[in-house]
Nanobody
Framework: VQLQASGGGLVQAGGSLRLSCAASGRTFSSYVMGWFRQAPGKEREFVVGIYYSGASTYYADSVKGRFIISRDNAENTVYLQMNSLKPEDTAVYYC?????????????????WGQGTQVTVSS
């Protein structure tokens, strides 16, 4: 599967952004999808994951209550609505796809990556 992320940008603290990840291929619904982020000098970290039907989601503690992930299997797209953004949310955000589950949320077990989209939150 190929992933194309979009929607990043510059926003003030407290603002919102919506990221999109469009996937190619006919087996989109076979993958669990998610978003990771990587700030300068830091490792890539798990942000949120969503299962096939969209009914089950997992959020990093740092974004719970502020970010919402959703997926549209008919449109082969995953969305990340980011609200109440903070300067510490500044990072390159990567769309991710893998077979299986999100029990292991380490980046090295992700099968497919999008190209990354920059999110910058100013204070």
């Amino acid at each position: 599967v190929q992933l194309q992320a979009s929607g990043g940008g510059l926003v003030q603290a407290g603002g919102s952004l919506r990221l999109s990840c469009a996937a190619s291929g006919r087996t989109f619904s076979s993958y669990v999808m998610g978003w990771f982020r990587q700030a300068p000098g830091k490792e890539r970290e798990f942000v949120v994951g969503i299962y096939y039907s969209g009914a089950s989601t997992y959020y990093a503690d740092s974004v719970k209550g502020r970010f919402i992930i959703s997926r549209d299997n008919a449109e082969n797209t995953v969305y990340l609505q980011m609200n109440s953004l903070k300067p510490e949310d500044t990072a390159v955000y990567y769309c991710a796809a893998k077979y299986g589950n999100w029990y292991d949320r380490r980046a090295q077990f992700v099968g497919y990556w999008g190209q990354g989209t920059q999110v910058t939150v100013s204070s």
